[in-house]
C-alpha cells in the first residue's frame, strides 16, 4: 500500500514570496491533515478536511494560508506572502483509525 | 481543557528497557497513539490504546489508564536506532476526532 506522498521536501524562499505545497493522501482514506511542526514541538494543526469539505481551520492563519481539496482526493497548501515565523515542516496526514503521515516539507523563509 | 504532557527528554543504556510516561487530560477521550519521530523525519505510528491495558508489539508496548489519565510506552532492548522522540497523542471525540499532541519526550541511547 503507497503512503501519504508530498512534494516538494524542501523549498527556500525570501520573505513575501509564495509556496505551494502538494499533497496525495494514502487510496481511501477520506480525512486529510494539514500540521505545521517546528523543532521541538508536537505538530500543530492548520486544517481538517473530510473528503472535499473543510471540517476545521480555526487555526490556520487565513490572512496568509489557504488550503483546498479538490476531488476529495489531492490537497495544496498555500502561503501568500510568507513571513519568517513560517519557517517550519509542513506535514499532510491521512487518516481511517490511524493517523499516517508523509514525509513533510521543511520550509525556511529567509 | 486539554493537555498532553511527557517528559522533554531521556537518556538510556543500549540493550536497557526505558519507559516514557503521558499524562492527558481531556473531556472527549477516543484513543491515545505513540508516534516515533526522528530528527529530520515524519511521525510513524507505534501504537494506539483504547482500553485500559498493555499492548504489547515487538519490544515495544503501550501501556493505558483512563481513570488516571496517564500512559507508557516501553521499550525494551534498547538499541541505537531507538534514539529519536516519541509523541503521545491523544484523540478527542469533542474536537472532530483531532489528535491533540505532547511536545515529545527526545530519547537518546548511550552505548
Known amino acids: 500500500e503507497a503512503g501519504v506522498a508530498q512534494s516538494p521536501r524542501y523549498k527556500i524562499i525570501e520573505k513575501r514570496q509564495s509556496v505551494a505545497f502538494w499533497c496525495n493522501p494514502i487510496s481511501g482514506h477520506a480525512t486529510l491533515y494539514w500540521y505545521q511542526q517546528i523543532l521541538g514541538q508536537g505538530p500543530k494543526l492548520l486544517i481538517q478536511?473530510?473528503?472535499?469539505?473543510?471540517?476545521?481551520d480555526s487555526q490556520l492563519p487565513k490572512d496568509r494560508f489557504s488550503a483546498e481539496r479538490l476531488k476529495g482526493v489531492d490537497s495544496t497548501l498555500k502561503i501568500q506572502p510568507a513571513k519568517l515565523e513560517d519557517s517550519a515542516v509542513y506535514l499532510c496526514a491521512s487518516s481511517s483509525t490511524v493517523q499516517y503521515f508523509g514525509p513533510g516539507t521543511r520550509l525556511t523563509v529567509t | 481543557g486539554q493537555n498532553i504532557d511527557q517528559p522533554t527528554e531521556m537518556t538510556a543504556t543500549e540493550g536497557a528497557i526505558v519507559q516514557i510516561n503521558c499524562t492527558y487530560q481531556?473531556?472527549?477521550?477516543?484513543?491515545l497513539f505513540w508516534y516515533q519521530q526522528h530528527a529530520g523525519e515524519a511521525p510513524t505510528f507505534l501504537s494506539y490504546n483504547v482500553l485500559d491495558g498493555l499492548e504489547e508489539k515487538g519490544r515495544f508496548s503501550s501501556f493505558l489508564s483512563r481513570s488516571k489519565g496517564y500512559s507508557y510506552l516501553l521499550l525494551k532492548e534498547l538499541q541505537m536506532k531507538d534514539s529519536a522522540s516519541y509523541l503521545c497523542a491523544v484523540r478527542d471525540k469533542r474536537s472532530n476526532y483531532q489528535l491533540i499532541w505532547g511536545a515529545g519526550t527526545k530519547l537518546i541511547i548511550k552505548p
Open positions: 481531556t473531556s472527549g477521550f477516543n484513543g
Open positions: 478536511f473530510q473528503n472535499n469539505g473543510v471540517v476545521d
